[in-house]
């Protein structure tokens, strides 16, 4: 667990260095790889051995290395492709902040903001390579948890699916592809959003969606059965959550549902990924946190929803299910 940085560092780099995807047709040298990403033979050769002993790759005769069952999950090109996440976990925005770590322990502040002077998305708004570093982590991370939340709730009796924040649609999309008579809305920040066209060609759902932009503090469109929000309150603290859900209450129709995407932190010792997934809110995020069911229920009751239920997916992500039930407090 201690080296633990050493690990997660050495697969990014591997992976910023095209690696993995020189070795999807098979196994080549050490050294033709690092003539192609034009490093070190000596370099290239400890990184490869090391990932090898991890069961990533493959070493045989020659130096030559193949991507394992596993690593194969390294290529960009592979469809629960990780490579988008893994270089954002080395990448200088995760990197340098988790570097301090104590200052968010010490202070309850994100660690993001006394690194780099602004916050997260603010910084992110005026980096564009760091943007797509971020935008291509989130994909990333997106087509596994999609299916999982698309197979295990059921959305029968949902017309209309409005995903908030829904980036370039992966979990829309995904949901659209299982339920052929629904329509779907995507909302996000304008540039954003417009990803979403491509997203919603190669599904073949580009015809039941629309696409909008706008700000989730001020206003969301309206006419949706239900909104769907993944990893979305968990950036931000009980009070900037809460606003954002008030918003979802304006726009739904009474008994309309918000169906909140995120780790539900469960009692206890019981390990769990949302509790490491927690630390990286503390340290990126304007106070963001990942939740219990306890947590939830007094953050939904305060914007005017009542609870359902939680229902568990075959990632780590449950699905949070509320019913609007009130008027929700200004």
């Given at each position: 667990m201690v080296i633990g940085k050493w690990i997660s560092q050495a697969i990014a780099t591997v992976v910023a260095l095209g690696v993995p995807d020189a070795l999807t047709n098979g196994a080549r040298r050490s050294s033709d790889l690092a003539r192609k990403a034009g490093?070190?033979?000596?370099?290239?050769y400890r990184l490869l051995r090391a990932l090898a002993s991890l069961g990533l790759f493959a070493e045989s005769a020659g130096r030559?290395?193949?991507?394992?069952?596993?690593?194969?999950?390294?290529r960009s090109d592979h469809p629960e492709s990780l490579s988008g996440f893994v270089r954002f976990v080395g990448h200088d925005v995760t990197w340098r902040p988790w570097g301090r770590l104590d200052y968010s322990v010490k202070t309850g502040l994100p660690a993001f903001d006394h690194v780099f002077g602004a916050s997260l998305f603010d910084y992110l708004s005026k980096?564009?390579?760091?943007?797509?570093?971020?935008?291509?982590?989130m994909t990333s991370i997106t087509g596994?948890?999609?299916?999982?939340?698309?197979?295990?709730y059921d959305f029968t009796g949902i017309g209309t699916l409005m995903d908030v924040a829904g980036g370039h649609g992966a979990l829309l999309a995904a949901v659209l592809q299982r339920h052929r008579s629904m329509q779907g809305v995507l909302f996000d920040r304008?540039?954003?959003a417009r990803?979403?066209?491509?997203?919603?060609?190669?599904?073949g759902v580009a015809d039941r969606v629309r696409i909008e932009g706008g700000d989730f503090f001020k206003t969301l469109p309206t006419g949706a059965d239900a909104i769907i929000m993944k990893h979305i309150l968990h950036d931000w603290d009980d009070e900037s959550a809460a606003r954002i859900?008030?918003?979802c209450h304006r726009a739904l129709a009474p008994r309309g549902k918000v169906l909140i995407v995120d780790a539900v932190i469960?009692?206890?010792n019981v390990p769990h990924y949302g509790k490491l997934l927690d630390l990286n809110m503390l340290v990126l995020t304007p106070r963001g946190r990942e939740r219990t069911k306890a947590e939830f229920a007094a953050l939904l009751k305060g914007a005017g929803f009542r609870m359902a239920r939680i229902v568990p997916t075959a990632s780590p992500l449950s699905v949070v299910e509320a019913v609007k039930s009130t008027i929700a407090r200004a």
């Open positions: 490093v070190s033979n000596d370099g290239m030559r290395f193949k991507l394992t069952p596993t690593g194969q999950f390294l980096d564009p390579q760091a943007a797509a570093v971020f935008d291509a982590a596994a948890q999609a299916r999982a939340v698309a197979a295990a304008p540039h954003v990803g979403g066209a491509a997203t919603f060609a190669r599904a859900l008030r918003s469960p009692p206890g």
